[in-house]
């Protein structure tokens, strides 16, 4: 299987560089610049953050590839971009401009609404969202070299992102108790590929890190997401929707680096303004939920 | 007094590192703070992000005390960096340990990094070496002598008890970097 490949092997390298960390989204050089100043170990350049897509609404694709040569220009970081789901055509665009990461995102209108890209055939790493084992697994098995949850993206509310990282541990934590037996019979429920099935049991984990995104606004967040076993944080709206996103962007950092330390958490969220509104995850009308994408 | 390996954990391949020495069956911690550091005899420090580092280690006024370590320490990648006394792209401070210029990211981005075999001083077979995103010692001084090559360039250099690898031994199955760092 692939996952033994020395290609995986340096894509998925450059996830495990990413352990412990704040991603945080940016939408030109000078959100750029305030994200690598507070300590993010990555930046996401999109057009525009979530919870303006939301607002917007229209198609979110890519995007414009000069704010991307903008953002890589300003930060020494790695700089990682969305894709439409599908579009594969808007990938290779992100490789040709040699972005660090490419996150084959809910976020944007997808372009398929059947099929992922075979990431495979990339060189540059993927990032995938998911909200239960079994999308984990297939986005796994198309080549995906980092997971997320999907949560529910622009909302503020972390109750999502809880809900996908427990259902993704908690389905591990059952694989490990089957007999090798049951595990074709696990492999079809789950629609996941019988091979990587068959891993998560030998190993009681995933092949690649999993990270946490869709929700996170407060250093307490992040907090609650590396407890529940995210192994770094994405943060999209909740900065830089915030009153004061370089006194949160650094809180957050903080508190992701310390998240078994509620002294240093509590310390890190003193004074940070406002936090992002945020949203009942129960009044999105269920057609602009953007985790069943 | 036994041995007790503190590994850098305020960002990065921490984790990768630890279980390399939880299969070398030694004592380890992860270090998150000064506090931390108590009894630690072996210092770590692994890939990841150093602007992460600066800021986090800084903010608590953590990194001088990081800067002074008088027992071994093994950087791999970013921590090679830190060890470095000059940083080049951007120019930066190091913690001056290991008299070598390291110049970050200067493979290229990530559609650069790469895997490839290179020649070690600690063993006659050959070593996997990963690159990610991977720095190179563009300077390095009298003293320091380099243990491993990539074709000609030396991609891993030790001065005293001071140890700084471009690469990620924690990312392979070959422990024999972590097992030489525990004897010096």
Same mark, same amino acid.
């Given at each position: ?5 020395k ?24 959100q750029?610049? *305030? !994200? ?16 303006? *897509?939301?607002a ?7 995007? @414009?590839?000069?704010?991307?040569? #903008?953002?890589?220009? !300003? ?7 969305k894709?439409?789901?599908g ?5 290779q665009?992100l490789?040709? $401009?040699?972005?660090? /990461? ?10 398929d ?19 239960? $084992? ?20 622009g ?27 049951? $595990? ?21 984990? $995933?092949?690649?890190?999993?990270? !946490? ?13 590396? #407890? ?5 944080? /994405?943060v999209?709206?909740?900065? /830089?929707?915030s009153? @004061? ?6 809180a ?8 078994? @330390? ?18 009942d *995850?129960? #009044?999105?009308p269920?057609?602009?939920?953007? #985790?069943?994408? | ?7 850098l954990?305020i960002?990065?391949?921490? %984790?990768a590192?630890? %279980?390399?020495?939880k299969?070398?069956?030694?004592a380890? %911690? ?24 600066r ?7 953590f ?9 071994p320490?093994?950087?791999t ?12 792209? &951007? ?5 001056g ?5 390291? %110049?970050?990211?200067?493979y290229?981005?990530?559609i650069?990094?790469?895997?490839a ?6 063993s006659?077979?050959?070593?996997e070496m990963?690159?990610?995103?991977? &720095? ?9 002598? &380099? ?12 001065s005293?008890?001071k140890?700084?690898?471009?690469f990620? &031994?924690?990312?392979?199955?070959n422990?024999?970097f ?7």
């Open positions: 299987m692939f996952i033994n490949d290609e995986f092997k340096v894509k998925v390298g450059l996830a495990e560089m990413l352990k412990g960390g704040v991603i945080m989204d940016v939408t030109n050089a000078e750029a610049k *305030i !994200a690598e100043d507070s300590g993010a170990c990555a930046v996401m350049a999109l057009e525009r953050v979530p919870a303006d *897509i939301r917007d609404g229209g198609v979110a694709r890519m995007a @414009d590839p000069t704010i991307i040569e #903008q953002i890589k220009a !300003a930060v020494s970081i790695p700089v990682m971009a894709t439409r789901i579009h594969f055509a808007e990938a665009v490789e040709a $401009l040699e972005v660090d /990461f490419i996150d084959e995102s809910e976020v944007l209108t997808p372009a609404e059947h099929n992922h890209i075979d990431k495979t055939k990339f060189k540059i790493p993927f990032v995938c969202g998911c909200r239960n $084992l079994g999308e984990a697994l297939r986005r796994i098995g198309e080549g995906a070299a980092l997971l997320r949850t999907k949560g529910e993206a909302s503020g509310n972390i109750v999502e992102a809880v809900r996908h990282m427990r259902a993704v541990i908690g389905a591990i934590r059952r694989i490990t108790t089957l007999d090798d037996e049951e $595990l074709m019979t696990k492999a079809k429920n789950l629609g996941a590929p019988y091979d990587l099935v068959k891993y998560v049991k030998a190993h009681g984990g $995933l092949p690649v890190p999993n990270f !946490a995104a869709g929700g996170i606004a407060t250093p307490a967040d992040a907090s609650l997401m590396m #407890q529940l076993g995210a192994e770094s944080v /994405f999209g709206s909740g900065i /830089f929707k009153s @004061d996103p370089k006194s949160r962007a650094k957050i950092v903080l508190a992701t680096t310390h998240y078994n @330390d509620p002294k240093i958490v509590a310390e890190a969220s003193k004074s940070l303004g406002l936090a992002m509104k945020g949203l *995850i129960k #009044q999105i269920e057609d602009q939920l953007l #985790q069943t994408r | 007094m036994g041995i007790l390996v503190g590994v954990a960002q990065g391949d921490f %984790k590192h630890i %279980k390399v020495f299969k070398l069956g030694v380890h %911690k992860e270090i998150r703070s000064e506090n931390d550091l108590s009894g630690v005899t072996h210092l770590v420090v692994p890939g990841g992000e150093s602007t992460t580092i800021k986090v280690a800084k903010s608590e006024g990194w001088n005390k990081l800067a002074i370590f008088r027992g320490v093994l950087g990648c970013m921590g090679s960096v830190l060890m470095a006394r000059q940083i080049e792209s &951007p120019k930066a401070e190091g913690w340990m290991l008299d070598i210029t390291a %110049k970050r990211n200067a290229g981005r990530q650069n990094s790469f895997t075999e290179g020649k070690i001083a600690i006659e077979k050959p070593f990963v690159f990610i995103r991977a &720095p190179k010692f563009v300077r390095v001084g009298d003293k320091v002598e &380099p243990i491993a090559w990539l074709g000609d360039e030396a991609t891993g250099v030790i005293g008890n140890m700084a690898l471009a990620h &031994p924690e990312l392979t199955d422990g024999c972590h097992e030489y760092f525990l004897g010096l």
